[in-house]
Nanobody, 124 residues
Framework: QVQLAESGGGLVQSGGSLRLSCSDS????????GAWFRQAPGKEREYVAG????????DTAGSVKGRFIVFRDNAKNTMYLQMNNLEPEDSAIYYC?????????????????WGPGTQVTVSP
């Protein structure tokens, strides 16, 4: 099993960048596909990005495509979300998630393990 924890959130101005990290303290993450989701106040949790256990295949949602990049370093048991050109609409709690399969899913129901989340706030 994995135990996930996000870091790297914070307050940034519109147009700025942040890099989120998702680390597994149990060092098993390299056998799990991963994903990032986010939830803004009053809204449903939504898929942001996903990648396979090896990191060879990755995906980003349409709303962030071209601005966000997902990648991982399995030697460090860590997944990252590089967020560029941030917009106020990107403000949310960001969660990382893992599933014990090679392939990722865009559905939150497919994930067994979640981090506690990290807050990202983008000011106008």
């Amino acid at each position: 099993q994995v135990q996930l924890a996000e870091s790297g959130g914070g307050l940034v101005q519109s147009g700025g960048s942040l890099r989120l990290s998702c680390s597994d303290s149990r060092r098993a993450f390299n056998r799990y596909a991963g994903a990032w989701f986010r939830q803004a106040p009053g809204k449903e949790r939504e898929y942001v990005a996903g990648l396979t256990a090896t990191g060879s295949v990755n995906d980003t949602a349409g709303s962030v495509k071209g601005r966000f990049i997902v990648f991982r370093d399995n030697a460090k048991n860590t997944m990252y979300l590089q967020m560029n050109n941030l917009e106020p609409e990107d403000s949310a709690i960001y969660y990382c998630a893992a599933r014990p399969f090679v392939s990722y899913s865009t559905s939150q129901d497919a994930y067994d393990y979640w981090g506690p989340g990290t807050q990202v706030t983008v000011s106008p």
